[in-house]
């Protein structure tokens, strides 16, 4: 194994993002792309590990940049800020979803045929936003994601199939989210599956997360099972449809 990494830089409109793909070199034949969508915080260290370890398991993954410029929040304030200028202006999220898929695909350690996405949190919302728009992907998994729809797919129109880690105790996220969502994925006809971690909250994923909590007073904490469950069900995921 030769884990390799860089930043890739790619625009969306006016606005230049910097992304991270990671990969194994010793992998000669094109790889599955998998894009790796970040939580509120930004395009930081975490999603990156994140990225790395796909790369290990022998995907190429590109961690995208939804803020443009690498930015990143240091508290939950500038994290809000920064996300709700995504949510509240989904015409501007949408390009730069797409900018990223286009990116990914035209990188040459890629098998532009093999492509899913993941994200955390509002990365997880994201991710989901590419299959409910149609976007070819063969996989989408969101961990701990907002679950509300910027577009509902009519029948057929979700092409991958969909994963949904979602935390019994969340407290973000409710569990008639949960309900509304598996209506509308009936109603489109999608393949879809979602898992409740019984005892685990919003950002079950992040080891941070507890430590965030604790200095934020925001209810989010790390579950070690539900992580460890959560990852090897996108894995299994991941080997059905490729």
């Not at 149609?134 to 998994?141: E, S």
């Not at 009519?154 to 209506?183: N, P, Q, W």
């Not at 997360?209 to 007073?217: L, P």
Request: with cysteine; charged share 20%.
């Amino acid at each position: 194994m030769n884990l390799t990494s860089k930043n890739i830089n790619y625009q969306s409109g006016a606005t230049s993002h910097s992304g991270y793909l990671a990969w194994d070199q010793d992998i000669a034949d094109a790889q599955p792309g998998i894009i790796v969508i970040h939580e509120w915080w930004g395009l930081n260290d975490y999603i990156k590990h994140r990225a790395d370890m796909l790369a290990e398991q022998g995907y190429c993954a590109f961690a995208i940049d939804m803020y443009g410029d690498g930015m990143t929040a240091e508290n939950p304030e500038s994290a809000g800020a920064l996300m709700n200028s995504i949510l509240e202006d989904m015409e501007t999220g949408t390009s730069r979803l797409k900018s990223a898929y286009q990116t990914l695909q035209a990188q040459s350690q890629v098998d532009s045929k093999r492509t899913a996405a993941i994200g955390y949190c509002f990365g997880g919302a994201m991710a989901l936003h590419m299959a409910r728009i149609g976007i070819p992907l063969h996989a989408v998994a969101s961990f701990h994601g907002a679950l509300g729809s910027f577009h509902r797919p009519a029948a057929g129109e979700v092409k991958a199939a969909i994963l949904v880690c979602h935390g019994g105790d969340d407290a973000m996220v409710s569990m008639e989210d949960v309900e509304a969502f598996r209506e509308e994925m009936d109603a489109a006809e999608a393949e879809y599956e979602v898992i409740i971690y019984p005892g685990a909250g919003h950002g079950f994923s992040s080891v941070e997360a507890d430590q965030n909590g604790a200095k934020y007073g925001i209810p989010v904490g790390y579950n070690a099972d539900a992580d460890s469950a959560s990852w090897d069900a996108m894995l299994k995921l991941f080997r059905k449809v490729f």
